[in-house]
């Protein structure tokens, strides 16, 4: 962000956290869209970037809309719509659990794609070894990881 004043003259002071958090979106979307190319080429034509989101939230096992909700921050009624669509696609079905919620469980597809991401990640994580370096990398997901556990120790200060 730009250090000049803005149009009401009230100044906008630059900050390295902002650049953080713009340089952590851009390389997430960089890698999204890595893998969901990645993934059209091997046939999985919905392998979008938000499906791969919503899908690297779930468990291996056993997963239930509410607790998709909570973790991804959005109603049940968008994680039920978005189950529906990947059940019809065929990552994803729906069974009777226990009382009155259903079980979400990857179908042997949607444990394919997951798998397939991982490979095409492992690729990435060799190129990106090769390029800076195995000990760079490691260093670099440290750091972010230090960054991470430190704001919420800020916050409750």
Do not use: W
């Not at 259903?102 to 090769?130: H, N, V």
């Amino acid at each position: 962000m730009s250090t000049r004043l803005t149009q009401k003259d009230i100044p906008m002071i630059d900050s390295q956290s902002l650049k953080l958090i713009f340089g952590a979106v851009e390389m997430n979307d960089k890698i999204s869209h890595y893998l969901s190319n990645g993934l059209k080429k091997k046939g999985y034509k919905a392998a979008t970037a938000s499906v791969l989101n919503f899908l690297g939230t779930l468990e291996c096992g056993v997963n239930y809309g509410s607790e998709i909700a909570r973790s991804l921050g959005v109603s049940r009624q968008m994680v039920a719509k978005t189950v529906k669509e990947l059940c019809r696609i065929g990552y994803l079905v729906q069974v009777e659990g226990s009382g009155k919620q259903k079980q979400i469980l990857f179908t042997e597809l949607g444990e394919q794609l997951m798998s397939d991401s991982r490979l095409l990640l492992a690729e990435l994580d060799a190129i990106l070894c090769t390029t800076i370096g195995q000990v760079v990398l490691q260093e670099t997901i440290d750091r972010i990881n230090n960054i991470q556990s430190l704001v919420p120790q800020i916050e409750n200060t």
